[in-house]
Structures are given as C-alpha cells and as structure tokens.
C-alpha cells in the first residue's frame, strides 16, 4: 500500500491543493483523492507533481505493506 506525503509537501511549501490541481489540470476532487491517499495519480503525473513541488516521487510517497 502506497501512503501519500503530498499534503505534507504542499504545507512545507505554503502551497494550496487547489493550486497545484490547476497547475496539473486536474479537479479538486482529483487532487484530494491524490492528497489523502484514496487513489493515485499515474506515474508521468507523479512525476509532475514532484517536480513542481521541488522533489522526487520517493519523497511523495511511502509504500507500506499491510
């Protein structure tokens, strides 16, 4: 299982979910769901995510096993 550190980016960062959601054209819904780990974006908009958030995908996520 895949746990998501995004939020915790977006507030080191003083960044909105709303803000990246646009920047990725994306809804807000989408995001969230990203954000709170209830699903995951494909592996190039990961990538996106983590260069527009100054970092690497390794540090978005954390994969956990159950």
């Known amino acids: 299982m895949l746990k998501s550190k995004i939020k915790i980016r977006l507030a080191e960062l003083d960044i909105r979910q709303q803000d990246l959601s646009e920047k990725l054209g994306v809804t807000k819904q989408t995001m969230s769901l990203w954000v709170n780990g209830k699903s995951m974006p494909t592996l190039e908009t990961a990538f ?16 956990k096993e159950n």
């Open 48 to 63: 996106k995510i983590a260069h527009l958030l100054d970092c690497k995908v390794d540090d978005l996520y954390v994969y």
